[in-house]
T-cell receptor
Framework: DAGVTQSPTHLIKTRGQQVTLRCSPK?????VSWYQQALGQGPQFIFQ???????QRGNFPDRFSGHQFPNYSSELNVNALLLGDSALYLC???????????????FGPGTRLTVT | AQSVTQLDSQVPVFEEAPVELRCNYS??????LFWYVQYPNQGLQLLLK??????LVKGINGFEAEFNKSQTSFHLRKPSVHISDTAEYFC??????????FGKGTRLSVIA
């Protein structure tokens, strides 16, 4: 059973460019969350997608947007990249909303984004 | 709003010695608590979780943690560490289907 997968592994972009990161959830999971982890920090919540809708959003600007597809996979898009967007971007998936089994999130290996 | 404080940014410990990584949380509602481990250049792996029931929770790799509601703590312990336990450890909290809120992490360094 494949866990959460993310692509690409690494990415280098220039300031002002746009980037798209991709995530496939663990089998049986329908909810996808995205986190940003700056160097030396804990992950910070960006947003969560459920049933192809943005369900919750953290304190990130509108330059950060996302999408969820019918197969539950998801994309994170960042426009007008800034140097401060350099970070590890983590995708997490969880079981269908309901009881405590849905509270646990499974993380992918992340995409390392470097903005120069 | 919820918050997590990991009291030690770095913890050096000798191999086969016991270790405790401290975590305190703040929340106005019921919480669910998690410890994750992150090895260099990798994602997060769940070590253990507290959802309900017994306050002493056992996880993978010999780790355990105790939920203390009165002290709002969820400290992680291992009786005897190995070199392979060297990693970054994150404590996290949520209130069900809400986003995880993470601490800043504790770097555990096991010395041979």
């Amino acid at each position: 059973d494949a866990g959460v997968t993310q692509s690409p592994t690494h990415l280098i972009k220039t300031r002002g460019q746009q980037v798209t990161l991709r995530c496939s959830p663990k089998s049986g999971h329908d909810t996808v969350s995205w986190y940003q982890q700056a160097l030396g920090q804990g992950p910070q919540f960006i947003f969560q997608y459920y049933e192809e809708e943005e369900r919750q959003r953290g304190n990130f600007p509108d330059r950060f947007s996302g999408h969820q597809f019918p197969n539950y996979s998801s994309e994170l898009n960042v426009n007008a990249l800034l140097l401060g967007d350099s970070a590890l971007y983590l995708c997490a998936s969880s079981l269908p909303l309901g009881g405590p089994s849905s509270y646990e999130q499974y993380f992918g290996p992340g995409t390392r984004l470097t903005v120069t | 709003a919820q918050s997590v404080t990991q009291l030690d940014s770095q913890v050096p410990v000798f191999e086969e010695a016991p270790v405790e990584l401290r975590c305190n949380y703040s929340s106005s509602v019921s919480v669910y608590l998690f410890w994750y481990v992150q090895y260099p250049n990798q994602g997060l792996q769940l070590l253990l979780k507290y959802l309900s029931g017994s306050t002493l929770v056992k996880g993978i790799n010999g780790f355990e943690a105790e939920f203390n509601k009165s002290q709002t703590s969820f400290h992680l312990r291992k009786p005897s560490v190995h070199i392979s336990d060297t990693a970054e450890y994150f404590c996290a909290v949520n209130s069900g289907n809400t986003p995880l809120v993470f601490g800043k992490g504790t770097r555990l360094s096991v010395i041979a």
